[in-house]
């Protein structure tokens, strides 16, 4: 079956630790972005890609780094200079053109700093 | 101001209820609009695209206004099972593929 693959589901992290987030989709989707979710609140853009080797930062890319070095995978790095790392982290992707271009969700990964 | 604003919620209904949720966005160059639903501690998931036509799916019924650059949801005849976060999502196309977020509106639907 298609879809957008998130691993792991639970992370743990030590402080000051790095940490990488994968994202792998079979969609054949161009763009893929990463969000980040604290509770109670909306998402929020991290980096977001729309070829490989290229991407964008989004509204909260400081801490965070990110590669695209396959259409299918779009890993996210979550670095020690992320002071604040604990998180539900969505990955998704979504054609670039046509009428549809909504996104697919992975099913997310919790990071949790310990 | 947010690219994407939604009233936060929340709304508590009883089953049977009409509820219509709000969703202004300030780039006018965006050019797809979505409301997606999102279960506690779950991805969110398209709920239905919205066209400049207006669209309906089922009970669900959503509109867009490209002049006043608002969005509506209407739900008719609550469920339960509807209980859940509403987002409101607009996709800037055209150069970059940016996908952004309202903050959610959340829907509560009692007995």
């Known amino acids: 079956d298609g879809g957008i693959t998130q691993s792991p589901k639970y992370l743990f992290r030590k402080e000051g630790q790095n940490v990488t987030l994968s994202c792998e989709q079979n969609?054949?989707?161009?763009?893929m972005y990463w969000y980040r979710q604290d509770p109670g609140q909306g998402l929020r853009l991290i980096y977001y890609?729309?070829?490989?080797?290229?991407?964008q930062k989004g509204d909260i890319a400081e801490g965070y780094s990110v590669s695209r070095e396959k259409k299918e995978s779009f890993p996210l790095t979550v670095t020690s200079a992320q002071k604040n790392p604990t998180a539900f982290y969505l990955c998704?992707?979504?054609?670039?053109?046509?009428?549809?271009?909504?996104?697919?969700f992975g099913q997310g990964t919790r990071l949790t700093v310990v | 101001r947010k690219e994407v604003e939604q009233d936060p919620g929340p709304f508590n209904v009883p089953e049977g209820a009409t509820v219509a949720f709000n969703c202004t966005y300030s780039?006018?160059?965006?050019?797809?609009f979505f409301w997606y639903r999102q279960d506690c501690r779950k991805e969110p998931k398209l709920l239905m695209s919205?066209?400049?036509s207006g669209n309906e799916d089922g009970r669900f019924t959503a509109q867009l206004n490209r002049a006043s650059q608002y969005i509506s949801l209407l739900i008719r005849d609550s469920k339960l099972s509807d209980s859940a976060t509403y987002l409101c999502?607009?996709?800037?196309?055209?150069?970059?593929?940016?996908?952004?977020f309202g903050a959610g509106t959340r829907l509560a639907v009692h007995p």
């Open positions: 919205v066209y400049s």
């Open positions: 999502v607009v996709n800037l196309l055209g150069g970059y593929n940016k996908l952004i």
């Open positions: 998704a992707s979504s054609p670039l053109q046509g009428r549809n271009t909504e996104a697919f």
């Open positions: 890609s729309q070829i490989v080797n290229d991407f």
């Open positions: 780039n006018s160059a965006s050019q797809s």
């Open positions: 969609l054949n989707h161009d763009a």
